[in-house]
């Protein structure tokens, strides 16, 4: 187009070249207005703006204030090698966050016109590679590969996930903006004060890894009832106390004696305090 308007054309060809000129642009507003009847939702995104509590499947679309965003990410204490799910991911803001500190996020959300509105607002902050949206209903998502779930859902909608959520890798870590889980108390709980109104508390859930049941440490039995990542029972004849699961990380308190140790699978190993190694295997 700019050759066209060159001061070297000569003269004797500008009557041809305006016509070409024409005729190009009449078919790039055709192909435009093509591509946008192929594809309204491209072409609505530019002027789509939610109402705050407007309507989505089970939950309203209501943005976590930035400050918390980033509250819920530092307690997740993400790394760059972490995969995050944000479940009903709204305008996109906590997957783009997520992708802004190096994590490969993923947004599930009902509303195609919230997805097509986070993917622009992933291109415009230069992170669509790693914030990527998808149009689904979350109670039909596979969230196996998440190692942090994020959620500004319901109470209800919370609890519903929970067994799912129970059945994740343990030490997967799942934050949610205000609303708890049913029984399953949370790891940890943060409030922010700073440019956050409404909807400004934190929770964290860390999955814990399954230990109910009979294990042998050395001779003793060690006897495990678990309730979330709450743990109590018995090391041979004596009550465990202060007992609990973070993850895969155990601790107890037996005789005195203050246990941690790690588990993995079917075995446990750790520290006794001022007893050394020890270790642990199902019975
Ligand atoms: C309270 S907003 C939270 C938005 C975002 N996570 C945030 O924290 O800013 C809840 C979002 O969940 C979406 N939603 C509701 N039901 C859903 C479902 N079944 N599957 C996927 N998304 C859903 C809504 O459209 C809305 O965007």
Known sequence: MQRAH???SPAHRWPLMASALALALSLAVLAEARADAASPRAAATEDYVPDVG????DVIWVPTPQTLVDKMLDM???TPQDRLMDLGSGD???VITAAQRGLTAKGIEYNPDLVALSRSNAAKAGVSRRATFEVADLFETDLSQADVITMFLLSTINEKLRPKL???PPGTRIVSNTFRMGDWEPDASETVTEACQTYCNALLWVVPARVDGRWQVGGRTLQLE????MLSGKLGSS???DARMDGRTISFTADGIRYTGEVNGATMQGSAAGKGEWSARRI
């Open 92 to 94: 996109g803001r906590t």
């Open 226 to 229: 678990q309730r979330y990542q």
């Open 76 to 78: 997740a204490q993400v």
């Open 166 to 168: 129970l059945e994740l």
């Open 54 to 57: 407007q309507d989505g499947k």
């Open 6 to 8: 060159s001061s070297h």
């Open 239 to 241: 009550e465990i106390s």
